[in-house]
């Protein structure tokens, strides 16, 4: 009888010993998808600061640039309203693509948040098992030195 539940306790034991190495990995998982996560937002940051850094260059060009244009006057071309409108269609056409760069980037975290959350709950069910398992062996122990004394 005594040897049956030692040898339970043993099996139960290395049970326990798998636990930890799985909880283990999926801990260095979630630092390692935290981590991604840190250097995908550090390059979000990186790229917003080159674009302004562009758009601001590229604006400062285009204050100082002066066009001479002969034309007929037959027709009237507004110029100014035609590269107002080309500079709208580009400012539109960036401004999706960097929201769009920011709702995937976001989707991205949520789940890496959502994962690492899940891996938590799990490390703490099974932190409760191992206490639970602890003090049933801490009582057989107890039970055994009594039954020897």
């Known amino acids: 009888m005594f040897i049956y539940k030692t ?10 010993k798998k636990n930890f190495q799985d909880v283990d990995a999926a801990y260095m998982n979630k630092v390692e998808l935290e981590a991604k996560v840190d250097a995908l937002q550090d390059e979000i940051n990186f790229l917003r600061a080159v674009y ?3 758009l601001r260059e590229l604006q400062g ?8 244009v002969e034309m007929d006057n037959s027709r009237n071309l507004d110029m100014d309203a035609i590269v107002a409108e ?12 960097k929201a769009e760069a920011e709702t995937w980037y976001k989707q991205k975290y ?6 690492a959350g899940q891996h938590e709950s799990d490390l703490r069910s099974t932190k409760a098992e191992i206490a639970e398992l602890n003090r049933l062996i801490s009582r057989l122990q107890n039970e055994i030195e009594i039954r020897l004394n």
């Open 110 to 115: 949520d789940e890496m948040q959502s994962s």
């Open 7 to 16: 040898d339970k306790i043993k099996a139960n034991l290395k049970k326990r």
């Open 86 to 97: 080309v500079r709208a269609q580009y400012e539109d056409i960036a401004n999706r693509s």
């Open 61 to 68: 060009q285009i204050k100082d640039t002066s066009v001479i």
């Open 52 to 54: 302004e850094a562009e």
